[in-house]
């Protein structure tokens, strides 16, 4: 562990395995940093995200979680496929049409980064308001991307300079207006189309709440444990939380996986391999036990993710009054605590050899029967001897148990994995972190992904096209010089450029 800077907030960056569990498993003694409250999106109002009471959350997260049940998210399966086809369909019609019979023509260069971000914006605005963006068949809405982009690097300057944005947005000695005038200006335009989507969404309801989407339960859920229900502007928050949150990190995964296939013949090969043998046509890639069955597909994923965290950096939580031990040291009330997860996930001793991209390492041997991971999704403990302080109670873990990535439910907590015996582990990979403020839409992000990454693959094939999004030998920054790495900026989320791909249609279709 080491003091990254101790100026204000006091605060603590640690690096290792334990760490992650002391500070964000279920029950410890920390919340969410006050760089998270200043300015929710409509003024008073907090969403799950940014809320840090304890209670106001737990309130939120039940209600929104219900936008991500089973069910819910079944029905968002056909929605999913329909706008993948339109990636698939964006990418062939940039192919030119063969000019002889033996022609087997590539496409210009493509910026995936811009072709995902695309694709999880109309998906996750299709689920949220019922009308999707259109980013892949039409150029309108496309600076949404840099607005939201925008949104994620305020976040970031606010932990970073909580004094700074500790003000009113709009008095006049606000940073907004003086230092980062166009970022809030994008930011502001975001906010507007957001707020229309959803009243044009609300107004709506009666027609469209046997979607069973996010907005229906938004509106309809009612805390179980409260009774009630979410006001109009918290469901607006809510919404726009879906969009900010839904979009850039899954693109950053689908981004990222792109680039290693493109760069690792071995690892594309079998990936190809497994999917075209696995599905007799594209119609059959849909959840189930054939898409569960996909390990390799699953492996690629998670190694892209821990390559290229979507959220790689510090993600601060302030420990209560009493203080907290993590990783055996005592820390004080006050202190803000984080893992930086691009730090943690290229940590040679938890994953050798770390910036190789080595999807094997997430199965459990190299010729690959079981992926380890489905134990962390599926594995029910017996009643755990946590040997972590302080324990996990049986109640709270037979609740956060969530069991796979294709039949999802339970998203109220992600559980910290454990042993066959039951006992907790330190998870050293965990993207969606941990605990009660982990990802709410994992099962959800995963099949998203799943589905776009196989039908991709099954239906064309790619090369790297140029160097964008790789790293420059000699370039002078550092960190910034593996050629094979895939470039990320932390600005809460993962800034990204590329990869760019060249596409064709895979023999003989
Ligand atoms: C690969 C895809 C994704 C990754 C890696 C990811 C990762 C994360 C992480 C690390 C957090 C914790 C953030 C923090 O502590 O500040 C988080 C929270 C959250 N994510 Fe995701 N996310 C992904 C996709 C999504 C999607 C698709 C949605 C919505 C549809 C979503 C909605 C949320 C929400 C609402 C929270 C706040 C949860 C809470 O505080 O209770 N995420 N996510």
């Not at 990802?439 to 992904?449: D, G, I, R, S, T």
């Amino acid at each position: 562990m080491f003091r990254a800077y101790s100026l204000y907030p006091l605060r603590e960056n640690a690096l290792s395995a334990k760490t992650v569990a002391d500070i964000y498993g279920q029950g410890r003694n920390t919340q969410k940093s006050s760089g998270y409250a200043p300015h929710p999106y409509f003024p008073a109002v907090f969403n799950t995200h940014n809320c840090i009471d304890k209670e106001m959350h737990g309130r939120k997260r039940r209600i929104v979680s219900q936008g991500f049940s089973t069910a819910a998210i079944n029905s968002s399966e056909p929605m999913i496929i329909n706008h993948v086809q339109n990636l698939c369909n964006a990418l062939m019609k940039s192919i030119p049409e063969p000019q002889g019979l033996f022609d087997d023509e590539w496409s210009p260069p493509q910026d995936m980064a811009s072709w995902t971000n695309y694709l999880t914006l109309d998906v996750i605005s299709d689920l949220t308001y019922g009308q999707p963006f259109n980013l892949l068949t039409s150029p309108d809405l496309r600076w949404l991307v840099n607005a939201i982009v925008s949104g994620n690097r305020r976040i970031y300057l606010r932990f970073a300079f909580p004094a700074l944005f500790n003000v009113n947005p709009s008095a006049w000695y606000s940073p907004d207006k003086w230092i980062f005038p166009k970022m809030a200006a994008e930011r502001q335009r975001f906010l507007e189309i957001s707020t229309k989507f959803s009243e044009q969404r609300i107004a709506a309801e009666e027609k469209m709440s046997k979607r069973n989407d996010i907005m229906s339960a938004l509106l309809a859920a009612k805390d179980p444990k409260t009774g009630t229900k979410l006001s109009d502007a918290e469901v607006w928050g809510e919404a726009h939380l879906m969009i900010a949150a839904g979009g850039d990190t899954t693109s950053t995964a689908l981004a990222s996986v792109l680039f290693y296939l493109s760069r690792n013949a071995g690892a594309h090969a079998r990936l190809n391999d497994e999917i075209r043998h696995t599905f007799r046509s594209i119609d059959r890639i849909r959840q189930g036990p054939l898409l569960a069955s996909c390990h390799y597909l699953r492996a690629c994923l998670e190694e892209a993710m821990r390559l290229a965290p979507p959220a790689p950096g510090a993600l601060w939580r302030e420990v209560c009054a009493g203080g907290a031990i993590v990783d055996g040291r005592h820390i004080p009330a006050g202190y803000d605590v984080a893992v930086c997860q691009y730090a943690i996930c290229h940590n040679a001793d938890y994953f050798p050899d770390p910036y190789r991209f080595n999807p094997e390492r997430f199965l459990a041997s190299p010729t690959e029967e079981r992926s380890p991971r489905d134990d962390y999704f599926s594995h029910a403990p017996p009643a755990p001897a946590s040997t972590l302080s302080p324990p996990l109670s049986p109640s709270t873990l037979s609740l956060s148990l969530s069991p796979g990535p294709f039949s999802p439910s339970g998203t109220l907590s992600t559980p910290l994995p454990h042993t066959p015996n039951g006992t907790e582990t330190a998870p050293t990979f965990a993207p969606f972190l941990l605990g009660p403020r982990s990802c709410v839409a994992k099962p959800f992000a995963y099949l998203e992904m799943s589905l776009a990454l196989a039908r991709l693959v099954w239906l064309l094939e790619f090369q790297a096209a140029d160097d964008s999004g790789e790293g420059r030998p000699g370039c002078g920054e550092v960190g910034r010089e593996r050629r094979g790495e895939f470039q990320i900026v932390d600005m809460f989320s993962s800034g990204k450029v590329g990869p760019g791909l060249r596409w064709r249609r895979r023999g003989g279709m």
